[in-house]
């Protein structure tokens, strides 16, 4: 279970911790809309027009993999007035569009995943 937060939502909220937070204060920056890893796959899949079961692999699980990682930033909207405000569907489109924009690039690049230490 994983709450995704758009790169926008996020900066807007370091932004204003930044300017208006007391030296020392911490706070989660997260959204409240929290999804399974599956599911959030299987949407990427419908809005993309492909079936999830010929197009994954599912595979078990990392050593070491949290169940669920459930941030809450009720302090950083109480104190700051910070709220996300863009939903994971709306994100979702956005990544695909520029996918599709920048499929040309994209193509060219390995599918291969380096982690980087």
Excluded at 55 to 71: H, N, Q, S, W
Excluded at 72 to 96: C, F, H, M, R, Y
Aim: proline letters at 3%.
């Amino acid at each position: 279970m994983r709450a995704f937060i758009h790169a926008r939502d996020a900066s807007d909220c370091v932004l204003k911790i930044m300017e208006n937070a007391k030296p020392g204060e911490i706070y989660h920056v997260s959204n409240s809309e929290f999804i399974l890893i599956r599911d959030l796959v299987e949407k990427i899949c419908d809005k993309m027009g492909v079936d999830f079961n010929t197009t994954t692999e599912i595979t078990g699980d990392r050593v070491g993999k949290d169940a669920a990682y459930t941030l809450e930033s009720t302090k950083a909207q109480k104190e700051l007035g910070w709220k996300p405000s863009v939903s994971l569907d709306t994100g979702i489109n956005e990544v695909i569009q520029w996918v599709e924009e920048e499929f040309a690039v994209l193509k060219d690049e390995p599918l291969e995943y380096v982690h980087k230490e």
